[in-house]
């Protein structure tokens, strides 16, 4: 199943949605994010190809259940979307399942992982408390407007890899197109807002007293992930937590893509892939996004060119 991009425009977005990933933006100037695959509330991925045109996903995961997703769920459990970081994002953290529970009305927590694609020179990424801040020093902080200097920066390169669990304090910086992966989740506590105003001329609101209930205080700096070596000499683990895994494929090659009784979702990061599938007329292209059953036979994918896939799944056996 492919998937009609699901547009969010924020006062950081730009352009590199459509200028370098091809998304078929409008008129509009701040595209920040494109949902790729997403039930979330009445955001909601809509199928684009095949005789399942113009359902959307929380109606597909509503019908078929074990036979799409490999298990039951009331909701789709991941959220895949690319981010055009023209501007800072705030400074934010998000909560645990358990914590997000409590909300009103409940959500998911939101675990989540990114990796690089373009980044401008001196691009910044803000990923976790510097040892040594406690919850009143970072307040502290957070009130004199300088809680961006508590947190670890790194330096982020094309195809690197962070890995956020829930409670990570985090922001991404100027200058850079990622690829993000995290729970079905949409709650995000802004924490700092690098002192600026919205499109309305109001400072964007803070949510500090939950920022810091659900702000990690053990966990410390955020290093880039390493990439770990799988028993196929063309995918690469980036992560696995017991929220989702995600794997990334090099290849220039056709592979077997066996059913192990998964929903995988893959997304195209450079080069291209043909799947062959009736259902897969076209070769999949730099920033597109495919969605595949869990109930299936086996797939041919074929890179037509030197292609990087990022391939995202649940933990776990079948
Ligand atoms: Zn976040």
């Not at 909560?95 to 009305?105: E, G, I, S, V, Y």
């Not at 690089?116 to 001196?122: G, K, T």
């Not at 976790?128 to 406690?134: A, S, V």
Request: negative net charge; charged residues 20%; glycine residues 10%.
């Amino acid at each position: 199943m492919q998937f009609r991009p699901h547009f969010k425009e924020y006062m950081w977005g730009g352009r590199k949605l459509g200028d370098v990933l091809g998304k078929p933006l409008g008129n509009g100037t701040s595209y920040a994010e494109s949902w790729e695959v997403v039930d979330h509330g009445e955001d909601q991925s809509v199928v684009d190809n095949g005789p399942l045109a113009g359902r959307t996903l929380h109606s597909l995961v509503e019908e078929f259940g074990q036979p799409l997703l490999g298990s039951t769920a009331s909701q789709f459990p991941l959220l895949l979307k690319y981010l055009d970081a023209q501007q800072n994002l705030s400074l934010q953290v998000h909560p645990d399942d358990d914590h997000a529970a409590m909300l009103t009305p409940p959500d998911r927590g939101k675990t989540e992982a990114w990796v690089v694609l373009h980044a401008d020179p001196n691009s910044v990424i803000y990923a976790g408390l510097k040892r040594g801040f406690d919850r009143a020093a970072f307040d502290r902080e957070l009130q004199r407007g300088t809680g961006h200097l508590c947190v670890h920066q790194i330096h982020p390169e094309v195809g690197d890899c962070i890995f956020i669990p829930a409670g990570v304090v985090h922001a991404i910086g100027a200058g850079l197109l990622i690829a993000e992966i995290q729970q079905a989740s949409n709650t995000t506590f802004r924490l700092f807002d690098w002192n600026r105003v919205g499109a309305d001329g109001q400072p964007r609101p803070l949510h500090l007293e939950q920022g810091l209930m659900v702000t990690d205080y053990g966990r410390g700096p955020v290093e880039k992930q390493v990439a770990h070596p799988t028993d196929r000499d063309h995918v690469e683990r980036l992560v696995v937590c017991n929220k989702f895994v995600l794997d990334r494929w090099t290849t220039s090659f056709s592979h077997d893509f066996p059913c192990d009784g998964r929903f995988h979702m893959l997304t195209v990061v450079q080069g291209a892939v043909r799947i062959e599938h009736p259902l897969m007329s076209d070769p999949l292209g730099r920033g597109s996004t495919v969605l595949i059953p869990a109930e299936r036979e086996t797939l041919a994918l074929d890179a037509i060119e030197p292609t990087i896939m990022l391939d995202m799944y649940l933990p776990g056996g079948p």
